[in-house]
């Protein structure tokens, strides 16, 4: 039953980011996107500084990779609802969606550093403000690791399945 409810979730997560993804593509082109760099409004995105430009990518990179890694965990949980926990497939998907939301918390907090550093450090007239909060970062992160560590476990647990069945 837990396992059907983190597959629903799962599901409805992944049908709201599909959706605000497809709108965001939708939308941009035609200039209704309206971005506000160090004060100063750009309709659309042309004439937004370089580094925005790459600090926009980093973070479009990441929530791909995010988005990766919930389809993995989705990819997962059929095996865990089919009562299948003793496959390999199920631990390569747990450690492939573990290191894309790693990679996803990674991006976003270099991301983040960057933005920091370039408006710190640098002194520049372009800023950024970056909508992700620290602890939501390194919670990606940390959750990213646990999902590796969880795939372990169960390779570890695949191995000593495999020892017991060829006991007498």
Same mark, same amino acid.
């Given at each position: 039953m837990k396992?059907?409810?983190?597959?629903?979730?799962?599901?409805?997560f992944?049908?709201?980011?599909?959706?605000?993804? &497809?709108?965001?593509?939708?939308?941009?082109p035609?200039? @209704?996107?309206?971005?506000?760099?160090?004060?100063?409004?750009y309709?659309?995105?042309?004439g937004v500084? !370089?580094?925005? !430009?790459g600090?926009?990518?980093?973070n479009?990179i990441?929530?791909?990779f995010?988005?990766?890694?919930?389809l993995?965990?989705?990819? @997962?949980?059929? &095996?865990m609802?089919s009562?299948?926990?003793?496959?390999?497939?199920?631990?390569?998907?747990?450690?492939?969606?573990?290191? @894309?939301?790693?990679?996803?918390?990674?991006?976003?907090w270099?991301?983040?550093?960057?933005? !920091?550093?370039?408006?710190?450090?640098?002194k520049?007239?372009?800023?950024? @403000?970056?909508s992700?909060?620290?602890?939501?970062?390194?919670?990606?992160?940390?959750?990213?690791?646990?999902?590796?560590i969880?795939?372990? &476990?169960?390779k570890r647990?695949?191995?000593?399945?495999?020892?017991?069945?060829?006991?007498i």
């Open positions: 396992t059907k409810l983190f597959k629903d979730v799962l599901d409805v992944l049908i709201f980011t599909s959706l605000i993804c &497809f709108i965001l593509i939708i939308v941009s035609f200039n @209704a996107l309206e971005l506000k760099v160090n004060g100063d409004n309709k659309g995105l042309e500084p !370089w580094f925005t !430009w600090v926009i990518i980093m479009t990441a929530y791909m995010f988005f990766r890694g919930i993995f965990l989705r990819k @997962a949980s059929r &095996f609802n009562k299948n926990i003793f496959k390999n497939e199920l631990e390569s998907y747990l450690k492939k969606a573990g290191f @894309a939301i790693l990679l996803c918390g990674g991006l976003l270099v991301a983040s550093a960057l933005t !920091w550093m370039f408006f710190t450090i640098f520049s007239t372009t800023s950024l @403000a970056v992700e909060d620290t602890m939501f970062v390194f919670i990606l992160i940390i959750f990213g690791l646990f999902l590796m969880q795939s372990d &476990f169960m647990a695949n191995q000593l399945k495999e020892e017991n069945d060829l006991t």
